[in-house]
């Protein structure tokens, strides 16, 4: 069973800096492209960035590029995400999942993690 | 970027049928992808790739689309059904990834 485990969240400052870790097992990580979703206190789902397998390819949500940076350790089996100059608009349950493609017209999050909860407040 | 646009919430009698859409012109070129969330729960893949579910989701759930319209039908709603459906698809870049607002099933 593929297990996903995030952790890092809690409450921050506006204007600090956070990073979260995603923690795999159970698959193949180190072929796996992993994504973070998040989602504000009773709001809906926001995709927020993606990593390929290599870690060479990266794309970020435009509420988040240029703050918040993607990364991963193959080698720890583990993807980071490093958010900085946060603002009280970040708040929210960030989860990790792994992305899958079926052909070039499907795409789908078929694992998910149970998320860490960031609270950004003064 | 591309918006996905959902109803914001839909009832259904117990044991009916009920359909939850999804609008966006990314469907035009991208499946729909459903999940399906309820409360303090991650979300959990229902449908893909037009009309692929995973194991252990129930043969009630169907997917289908149209156009520029995707649709996630129940057939025979459960209480256990009642939850928060997201739609999601890549945008039309391909690089980046759009949920619709979510719409909230209610089983009466």
């Known amino acids: 069973q593929v297990h996903l485990v995030e952790s890092g969240g809690g409450v921050v400052q506006p204007g600090r800096s956070l990073t979260l870790s995603c923690a795999a097992s159970?698959?193949?990580?180190?072929?796996?492209?992993i994504h973070w979703v998040r989602q504000a206190p009773g709001k809906g789902l926001e995709w927020v960035a993606v990593i390929w397998s290599d870690g060479g390819t990266k794309y970020y949500a435009d509420s988040v590029r240029g703050r918040f940076t993607i990364s991963r350790d193959n080698s720890k089996n583990t993807v980071y995400l490093q958010m900085n100059s946060l603002r009280a608009e970040d708040t929210a349950i960030y989860y990790c999942a792994r992305g899958m493609s079926a052909g070039t017209t499907s795409y789908y999050f078929d694992y998910w993690g149970q998320g860490t909860l960031v609270t950004v407040s003064s | 970027s591309s918006e996905l646009t959902q109803e914001p919430a839909v009832s259904v009698a117990l044991g009916q049928t009920v359909r939850i859409t999804c609008q966006g012109d990314?469907?035009?070129?991208?499946?729909a992808t459903w999940y399906q969330q309820k409360p303090g729960q991650a979300p959990v893949l229902v449908i893909y790739t037009k009309n692929s579910r995973p194991s252990g989701i129930p043969d009630r759930f169907s997917g289908s689309t149209s156009g520029n319209t995707a649709s996630l039908t129940i057939t025979g709603a459960q209480a256990e059904d009642e939850a928060d459906y997201y739609c999601?698809?890549?945008?039309?870049?391909?690089?980046?990834?759009?949920f619709g607002g979510g719409t909230k099933l209610t089983v009466l």
């Open positions: 990314t469907l035009r070129s991208y499946y």
């Open positions: 999601n698809s890549r945008d039309s870049s391909g690089n980046h990834w759009v």
């Open positions: 159970e698959f193949t990580f180190s072929t796996s492209v």
